[in-house]
Every structure is written in structure tokens, then in C-alpha cells.
């Protein structure tokens, strides 16, 4: 199993990025699959996934109304569209994708906001 993500960088504050993540060896569409960071100083969270039971959509509140994630099945993807972000979204963006005790994780991408 393998994950790939793209996408990060630096950018401005009140600009966008969109993180993308391909997986290759599971059958996507089974799995929980979203996005994980880690800030500066603060331990991993979730900022958003979506779930393979019911397709609920989670968003922490830090980030909603600017980010939107999407998974396409077909493509073994899912991106995570960053708009209006802040300094404060700086960190490692990790790609996850969960099934029962069963996770893989991408090897993370780099968002620095600067102000």
C-alpha cells in the first residue's frame, strides 16, 4: 500500500493550495480517508475525512467554511482544497486512510502561510 501526496508549498495568507493524495494497493473505496497535520509545537489532528460507511464529512472547526475536502473512488484520490489559509494552518498535511485498526499514512507535505 502506498500513498502519494502533492500540493504543498508556501503561500500567502488569505491564498489557497490544494493537497492531493493517490493510493495504489487497497480498495479505496472501503477505507476512511482524509487529511491529519501537525503544527509547530502541537500534536497530529485531524482537519477533515470522510467516512466509508455513510460518506459523513468531518471538518475541525479551526477549518471550516475554508477548507473542502473530495475523494474520488474511481481515482483512488483525495484532495483537500485550501482556501483562505492562515499562518496558523502552517504544518505537515499528512494523507490517511483507515479501515477498522487497519491505517496507512503518506509520507506528508510541507503548507507554510506567511502573513
Not at 477505507?31 to 475541525?60: H, M, N
Not at 496558523?88 to 487497519?102: K, L, Q, R
Request: with cysteine.
Amino acid at each position: 500500500v502506498q500513498l502519494v501526496e502533492s500540493g504543498g508549498g508556501s503561500v500567502q495568507a488569505g491564498g489557497s493550495l490544494r493537497l492531493s493524495c493517490t493510493a495504489s494497493g487497497v480498495n479505496f473505496e472501503h477505507f476512511t480517508r482524509g487529511w491529519l497535520r501537525q503544527r509547530p509545537g502541537k500534536e497530529r489532528e485531524v482537519v477533515s475525512c470522510i467516512s466509508a460507511r455513510d460518506g459523513t464529512i468531518y471538518y475541525a472547526d479551526s477549518v471550516k467554511g475554508r477548507f473542502t475536502i473530495s475523494s474520488d473512488n474511481a481515482k483512488n484520490a483525495v484532495d483537500l482544497q485550501m482556501n483562505s489559509v492562515k499562518p496558523e494552518d502552517t504544518g505537515i498535511y499528512y494523507c490517511n486512510i483507515a479501515f477498522n485498526s487497519v491505517l496507512y499514512w503518506g509520507q506528508g507535505t510541507q503548507v507554510t502561510v506567511s502573513s
